[in-house]
């Protein structure tokens, strides 16, 4: 029997098929989604409900739509430990005809600290598709029939991006070099755990990494590490 990859990560899909108002739907997204998991060298395992333990699970992919699968304060209390925990989460929703359900999923991004969030019915179906998503079949738009939208960000913002969340980890400053060296080793962390199948992007890290060649001279601003070293022990 093969080793799974070291990659790998436990995945539960739940998928409602036991009450779900569009069967071929459910089980349309259910081997889809199963499918690129598995490619990507996850072990999935599919639910028609929540269980009572998430602590196996890395991710939790709960593409229940109907109305009649609204999240339950049970349902909440278990994703928020969840998510304490360290897990990551999808939630789905659908258009304006499942609002018993999208409502569910607004009520538990506040009480996950995500803010007030509400429907908005005025978006477009169409919707480009972005790298790694783009292949190995060529794909550049999708275009969902009745899609529904958030109307808001609530209090999310754009946190995974190293020029705003720098001082967070250390109070320096980071110099256009070390930002792009910083930048060049998330993306190779990142997609790292994608199918080497799919495609990347190639152009702007091939030019990030000529810039960081072409002035691996130029000095450094004051490092992590070096601030680091300067800090006195606490209580010292």
Known sequence: MAAAPLSAQKVLIINGASGTSEPGTTASITTQLTNLHTAAGN???VSDGLPVDLSQYKQVWDIRFSNNWALTS???A???SFLQGGGGMFLMGENAGFMTRNNSIFDFIMQAGGGSLGFDNTGSDAQAVCSPFTGPNAVSSINYAAAGYFNGMGTGQDSNFTATTAHAVAPVEIGLRDLMALCLEENDRRFAEYDARLVRPGM???LARAFLFL???WPK???IE???DERSPAGG
């Open 226 to 228: 070096r601030q680091s």
């Open 43 to 45: 072990i999935v395992t």
């Open 78 to 80: 278990a994703y928020l």
């Open 204 to 206: 702007v890290p091939a």
């Open 74 to 76: 049970s349902d909440e």
């Open 215 to 217: 002035t691996r001279l």
């Open 221 to 223: 601003k004051g490092s």
